[in-house]
């Protein structure tokens, strides 16, 4: 299901001829590195790397042998003849599994890097864009002060920085080969063949193992594409929330011909972000299944092998889709500054509280005594829909303490926003845009 709506590139690694190609280059390379080492004839290298397999003969095998290692090894074997019997030498299955599913999922991350940083380039734009766009602040879901639509933005953009560094280390960690015997030990297939096959391959040698490279890898790499899949989450829940009719200040693209409801033709539901949401909580369950792999019996057994011929495709697949997703959400996103406007001015003052209780502190009152003065007004205003301000002036105690010209330039919204510039000069966003942005992505993010 999930293969439906991902992309070829990614559906390519985790396809099935992908997957016994890199088990055959794994092959090959063990071939090689006997080869380098005298125990294979070195002339028998250039037949052994025209060594081919078919899809439906590993498939008619496997009926029998209940084995893929074992049918695959087969097929493989009729390509050669004589030259097959070096095939397989010293190894066992998990080293050729192992050893290639690292290579698919370093693949897999090259594809997902470039994913987030396409995102990333994204954000920053659009935060540039919307550096000074005013908007009401929320906490608790609550107006709260203002800030800006680029601060925001600003924000994601700098989680995706550190969602890059978090991936591009899981893809070092999981970037091992093994190739190391029935339970790790080299007895059947020295250290020096696997050094030698994993630099062929583009890996590090696993420093050590038993039968299997150790899940606690695996499980760093998942948890990692969770962790990206809750920022979009997150991302994503921001903008449902922002595109709720009594809100209205972002919506994402609703395109000509596009319909929202089967019964209500006005509808314009945020679906595409709904989607990401949903599909966010699968990749979190892959990754606590990951962490359960973590716990094998003894030297190795085999629990872990039938829910990895899951988690690992559908993760890779399910975050490729979703970054793929809000990435388009993002480049179309619909934003109404007007409606910021309007949803910022709904209290009709209240968020210059703050401002108030420092002004009057500043004046010699107690805190508590000046949070008292400015929560009473602050209730009426809330109660009443009435002007805080003119419910502040109307106040003797508190105009015993504040002149009018002392109070009204308290109610400025340019005060909220008068550091936007040096955040934005701190994240390096100081107006380039697209070639900066990328860039910025592919280094090591400054503060963590």
Known sequence: MIERYSRPQMKKIWSEESKFDKWLQVEIAACEAWAEIGTIPKKAIPKIKKARFSLERIAEILKLTHHDVTAFLQAVSESLGEESRFIHLGLTSSDVIDTALSLQLKEASSLLAQDVAELTAVLEDKAIEHKHTIMIGRTHGVHAEPITFGLKLALWAQEMKRNAARLAEAEKIIS????????????????????????????????????????????????????????????????????????????????????????????????????ICGLARLVRGYALTSMENIALWHERDISHSSNERITFPDSCLVLDYILSIFTSVMKGLKVYPENMRRNLELTQGLVFSQRVLIALIDKGLSRQKAYELVQRNAMKAWKQKASFLDLLMADTEVMAHLSEEELKPLFDYNYFIKHVDKVFQRLGLTGKKRAKAVKAVELAPQAL
């Open 176 to 275: 091992v080969g093994k190739i190391s015997g029935a339970v790790g030990t080299y007895a059947t297939v020295p250290p020096e063949v696997e050094e030698k096959a994993c630099v062929k391959l583009g890996l590090a040698p696993a420093p050590i193992s038993n039968q299997i490279i150790q899940r606690d890898r695996h499980a760093q790499f998942i948890t990692t594409l969770a962790i990206i899949a809750s920022s979009l989450e997150k991302f994503a829940t921001e903008i449902r929330g922002l595109q709720r009719t009594e809100v209205l200040e972002a919506e994402e693209p609703f395109a000509a011909g596009q319909t929202g409801s089967s019964a209500m033709p006005h509808k314009r539901n945020p679906e595409l972000c709904e989607r």
